[in-house]
T-cell receptor, first 112, second 110 residues
Framework: EPEVTQTPSHQVTQMGQEVILRCVPI?????FYWYRQILGQKVEFLVS????????KSEIFDDQFSVERPDGSNFTLKIRSTKLEDSAMYFC??????????FGPGTRLLVL | AQRVTQPEKLLSVFKGAPVELKCNYS??????LFWYVQYSRQRLQLLLR??SRESIKGFTADLNKGETSFHLKKPFAQEEDSAMYYC????????????FGGGTRLMVKP
């Protein structure tokens, strides 16, 4: 059964550095999402992407965040200048119909 | 604003006992409701969606619009059901974001 994959599984970075989190959605899916979960808190929506543009974003998704689908398979989340509070588990998800979403295993980001 | 509340952070039952994981929501309109499960060290997996009205792994959930609830039930818990369970909702438009509850950890004791 096809699955969403994410790389890396863990990332440690220094405050102020840029990070790129990578996702490969399920191949015939058209809707893509990023969520994050700070330790001990709820899973929070960041952004959704459809037809090569952002369709919805939360207030968390400020100017330091960006998303891109550079080719036909990858979907990336870039954090330009990381802050301590960006430490979280970041989940990518994809959907064929825009309804049920299928999640990747997550990238654990630690900002020091 | 849309919100999902799972009042129990932890639910502990014995094997063979019935299980009910509570989920209440608020949403101005007709939402779509989901249950996701996360086994230890694994990804979030879609367990149920109210539209499909299925029973998966013995779990069922009924949308009660009057009580704005979508409780997850299983008549006889198994040890392998031990996991984190998340209730989530989205709007009915394609591509809508998911809003998650805080999750309930289910522990099924032998």
């Amino acid at each position: 059964e096809p699955e969403v994959t994410q790389t890396p599984s863990h990332q440690v970075t220094q405050m102020g550095q840029e990070v790129i989190l990578r996702c490969v959605p399920i191949s015939n899916h058209l809707y893509f999402y990023w969520y994050r979960q700070i330790l001990g808190q709820k899973v929070e929506f960041l952004v959704s992407f459809y037809n090569n543009e952002i369709s919805e974003k939360s207030e968390i998704f400020d100017d330091q965040f960006s998303v891109e689908r550079p080719d036909g398979s990858n979907f990336t989340l870039k954090i330009r200048s990381t802050k301590l509070e960006d430490s979280a588990m970041y989940f990518c998800a994809s959907s064929d119909s825009g309804r049920a979403q299928y999640f990747g295993p997550g990238t654990r980001l630690l900002v020091l | 604003a849309q919100r999902v509340t799972q009042p129990e952070k932890l639910l502990s039952v014995f094997k063979g006992a019935p299980v009910e994981l509570k989920c209440n929501y608020s949403y101005s309109g007709s939402p779509e409701l989901f249950w996701y499960v996360q086994y230890s060290r694994q990804r979030l997996q879609l367990l149920l969606r109210h539209i499909s009205r299925e029973s998966i792994k013995g779990f069922t959930a009924d949308l009660n619009k009057g009580e704005t609830s979508f409780h997850l039930k299983k008549p006889f818990a198994q040890e392998e059901d031990s996991a984190m369970y998340y209730c989530a909702l989205s709007g009915l438009n394609a591509g809508n974001m998911l809003t998650f509850g805080g999750g309930t950890r289910l522990m099924v004791k032998p």
